[in-house]
């Protein structure tokens, strides 16, 4: 199938509770898709911890092909920009 455009960016501490973790993008979906008339469990979001190997940390020959910098480039070529609360907008 058609991969989804992604809407959102999380990067996720290893140290939080799985149901923090899910009450916050809740929270996050909620405060910016409601007003908006859009259902906040139609929004995307790409979780860099479940999109690199967290077994074998491979950190890339330099910056530009590091997996962080890579899953970066991929959600921005992916996505439509929209400045969002909080985010400097």
């Given at each position: 199938?058609?991969?989804?455009?992604?809407?959102?960016?999380v990067?996720?501490?290893?140290?939080?509770?799985?149901?923090?973790?899910?009450?916050?993008?809740?929270?996050?979906?909620?405060?910016?898709?409601?007003?908006a008339?859009?259902?906040?469990?139609?929004?995307?979001?790409?979780?860099?911890?479940?999109?690199?190997?967290?077994?074998?940390?491979?950190?890339?020959?330099?910056?530009?092909?590091?997996?962080?910098n890579?899953?970066?480039?991929?959600?921005?070529?992916?996505?439509?920009?929209?400045?969002?609360?909080?985010?400097?907008?």
């Amino acid at each position: 199938g058609a991969v989804p455009i992604v809407d959102t960016f999380v990067s996720h501490w290893w140290g939080e509770e799985t149901a923090d973790f899910v009450a916050a993008l809740i929270l996050h979906a909620k405060s910016l898709d409601e007003e908006a008339g859009r259902d906040p469990l139609d929004r995307v979001y790409w979780i860099c911890t479940f999109t690199n190997c967290q077994h074998r940390v491979e950190l890339g020959a330099s910056l530009a092909t590091s997996p962080f910098n890579l899953a970066l480039s991929f959600v921005a070529s992916r996505s439509v920009a929209e400045p969002q609360a909080g985010c400097g907008a």
